[in-house]
């Protein structure tokens, strides 16, 4: 059981190319920023655009192939999409949002494997809503009534674009926990895509990570992010210091953006030609790559100090320090970073 992809469709200013596979059962994110082509491939994969060429798989079934010139309509594909609005019917209650959906997968018979309506109502929660109309509900119970209708139509695979970028912060976190628990309870596989590298971090195991319309990293989620590889997928993942370098010694090198000599504590290898440093990642003691720093501006969050430092005499470029709220910045003549936090970045 696995989901498929290798399509190429091309805009008169975007062209997408991307490949990937999920493993039976996970889930799996694509993060991206804003136009990278997140919300195209998930639509090629639903069936809602074409691509130009290429094939989609789905356990077993192919839902596109250009060469052979299969293409299902959307309801055949068994594929679930969840929009960020959620898009239920209006003018429909729980109840009837979810039983037009088991009538669009069955044509009138059983269908939903043997669930029916209340089941499915049971099984997310929304019994006592069921004869509520969407704009009586809270945020997540629209969540919850647009997935009881995706799963009505028994769906192989569950698409979710962004299914809470439109919510604050308490809403979300709320709603990204409800999901991971809605979700044990599914069996098929689920893409998530998202801008948000906190969302991806959390929900999904596996990560794809697409800039410009091209895959530029994949693999686990906690390994992408301890060790990102290349310089765009550092950035995507949110390392805010990338600098390009000049190797000086066998683990030592010169960061040009930072005016900073540091060693990586590894052999610095010839594709190495950036290094990032996360925020987070300052220490104010260490003894290996002391520096002094000269603080420009600090902005203070609701838990953290958010700095902005030149190394050394001042002469380099700028760099982000994260640290908490208690910490004494002004003080702060010299930070460190431990050789193992620096990241060794190849170009593409
Ligand atoms: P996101 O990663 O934010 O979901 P999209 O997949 O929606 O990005 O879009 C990626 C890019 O594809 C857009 O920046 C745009 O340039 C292009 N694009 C999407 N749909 C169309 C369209 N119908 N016509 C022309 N260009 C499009
Ligand atoms: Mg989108």
């Given amino acids: 059981m696995s989901l498929s992809v290798d399509i190429r469709k091309r805009y008169k200013n975007f062209s997408l190319e991307v490949a990937f596979e999920t493993a039976p059962g996970e889930t799996l994110a694509l993060l991206g920023a804003s136009g990278s082509g997140k919300s195209v491939t998930l639509k090629c994969v639903a069936g809602l655009l074409t691509p130009d060429e290429g094939r989609i798989v789905l356990n077993g079934r192919v839902l596109f192939d250009s060469a052979a010139r299969v293409n299902l309509r959307p309801q055949a594909r068994h594929v679930g999409y969840l929009f960020q609005s959620y898009a239920l019917f209006?003018?429909?209650?729980?109840?009837?949002?979810?039983?037009?959906?088991?009538?669009?997968?069955?044509?009138?018979?059983?269908?939903?494997?043997?669930?029916?309506?209340?089941?499915?109502?049971?099984?997310?929660?929304?019994?006592?809503?069921?004869?509520?109309?969407p704009v009586q509900l809270s945020g997540g119970q629209q969540q919850r009534a647009a997935l009881a209708r995706i799963y009505a139509y028994e769906p192989e695979l569950l698409l979710l674009d962004e299914p809470f970028s439109a919510l604050d912060t308490y809403l979300r976190e709320n709603m990204q926990a409800e999901l991971l628990r809605e979700m044990r309870g599914y069996a098929g596989d689920v893409v998530l895509v998202t801008h948000s590298r906190d969302e991806a971090y959390k929900i999904a195991r596996r990560?794809?990570?697409?800039?410009?319309?091209?895959?530029?990293?994949?693999?686990e989620t906690a390994a992408l992010f301890h060790d990102p590889v290349t310089a765009q997928a550092a950035r995507i993942t949110g390392c805010k210091n990338i600098s390009p370098i000049r190797k000086t010694g066998d683990t030592t090198f010169f960061a040009e953006a930072w005016g900073l000599e540091l060693d990586a504590g590894r052999e610095v290898l010839p594709a190495h030609t950036y290094a990032g440093i996360r925020a987070h990642d300052f220490g104010l003691k260490g003894s290996m790559n002391s520096f002094p720093i000269v603080v420009e501006d600090v902005m203070e969050g609701?838990?953290?100090?958010?700095?902005?430092?030149?190394?050394?005499?001042?002469?380099?470029?700028?760099?982000?320090?994260i640290t908490d709220k208690g910490a004494d910045v002004r003080e702060a003549a010299a930070l460190s970073i431990a050789p193992e936090h620096i990241l060794l970045l190849q170009e593409k």
Avoid: H
Wanted: proline share 4%.
């Fill in 90 to 133: 209006p003018n429909m209650t729980v109840r009837q949002n979810i039983e037009i959906a088991r009538r669009a997968e069955t044509g009138g018979g059983s269908g939903a494997g043997g669930q029916t309506t209340d089941d499915l109502l049971r099984r997310m929660e929304l019994t006592e809503q069921a004869d509520q109309y």
């Fill in 302 to 321: 609701p838990f953290d100090k958010n700095v902005l430092f030149r190394a050394g005499d001042g002469g380099g470029g700028r760099l982000w320090w």
């Fill in 207 to 219: 990560l794809v990570i697409l800039d410009a319309g091209r895959p530029v990293a994949c693999g």
